[in-house]
């Protein structure tokens, strides 16, 4: 994860000592050389991610010095990746705040009972409606006829249960460590805005330009619009941690701004697979590794 970069990059590197030195321990030794379980746990997870993908952005201005992106967004974890890229914040406070959000979330998994569904083939109304009855929330809209539900586990095992008779073709029980953006994450939400309230945030960057510059609009998941205050973007960030994830209209309204050609900066291609069926018009360049990169790079120029 990022291992081909950082070793051949001084920009990467510089990053990833700039982590490491942020978080007390070597996120890249993780990133690396695992154990999966350790990679793969929320608090670790969360970093990981956001370096990786503050990395692969990094990369890619400066092998493209004229590139400068016209809106960002992020699923989750990556809403707050967006912001940074965007100027949000800096990338040391993204780090810290994402390392702080990843312990909260892990902590309230551990002090809960939860579990989370992937829906497939359902619509929201029909889902939303078995979800109230199931007594859990509904956390991600990925695409359509792919949503997932988050709530105790005996709320998720009776979802699974009721799932044909609301027309849901199939409901798959993830391997997750809790119930992610549900009302069982609400201590974590808490903890969150204190972390978010002593934060700098740098409006100017995100929003739409009054003194000219690029403007990079940051779409948040919990509105699927963009964020053009202070204090709005506090407010989504803390309300997604229990909030529903809202990616088919977060895309739905990049493309309906005109934006038709998507990069993603991160492991696999989750999110180009989630756009294609979303946007079938939209093309997307997924970034990962050295080879990746160099062939956006290619494409891009």
Same mark, same amino acid.
């Given at each position: ?39 793969? /746990? ?30 960002? #967004?992020?699923?989750? $974890? ?6 940074? #890229? ?43 409606? @078995? ?26 095992? /009776? ?19 809790? /119930? ?43 509105? #699927? ?31 309906? /701004? ?13 999110? #180009? ?16 590794? $050295? ?8 494409? @891009?120029?």
């Amino acid at each position: 994860m990022a291992r081909d970069w950082i070793e051949s990059s001084a920009t990467a590197r510089n990053l990833a000592h700039q982590a490491d030195s942020v978080l007390g321990y070597s996120i890249t030794d993780v990133m690396f050389e695992g154990p999966e379980e350790s990679l793969t /746990a929320t608090s670790k997870c969360q970093p990981a991610l956001y370096l990786h993908g503050l990395i692969g952005f990094a990369l890619l201005k400066e092998r493209l010095p004229n590139f400068k992106p016209a809106a960002a #967004a992020g699923l989750s $974890l990556g809403e707050f990746t967006a912001h940074a #890229a965007a100027g949000t914040f800096s990338f040391e406070d993204g780090l810290r705040l994402v390392s702080r959000r990843g312990i909260f979330m892990e902590e309230a998994c551990k002090a809960t009972d939860g579990a989370m569904a992937a829906l497939i083939g359902g619509d929201e109304e029909k889902v939303r409606a @078995l979800a109230k009855a199931a007594g859990v929330d509904v956390a991600n809209l990925n695409a359509p006829g792919q949503i997932v539900l988050s709530g105790s586990s005996a709320g998720i095992d /009776a979802a699974i249960a009721k799932s044909k008779d609301f027309g849901i073709r199939r409901a798959i029980k993830l391997n997750v460590a809790g /119930a992610y953006h549900s009302s069982l994450m609400a201590t974590a939400q808490e903890k969150l805005a204190e972390e978010l309230a002593r934060t700098t945030i740098t409006v100017p960057a995100i929003t739409v330009p009054a003194i000219g510059g690029t403007a990079i609009p940051v779409i948040a998941n919990f509105t #699927a619009q963009p964020v053009t205050s202070e204090g709005e973007i506090r407010s989504t960030l803390t309300s997604q941690v229990t909030g529903s994830v809202r990616w088919i209209e977060s895309i739905q309204y990049l493309v309906s /701004a005109g934006h038709t050609r998507f990069i993603e900066i991160g492991p696999g291609k989750v999110l #180009a697979g989630l756009v294609g069926k979303i946007a079938p018009e939209a093309s997307v360049i997924s970034i990962e590794d $050295l080879p990746s990169l160099e062939a956006a790079v290619e494409q @891009l120029s």
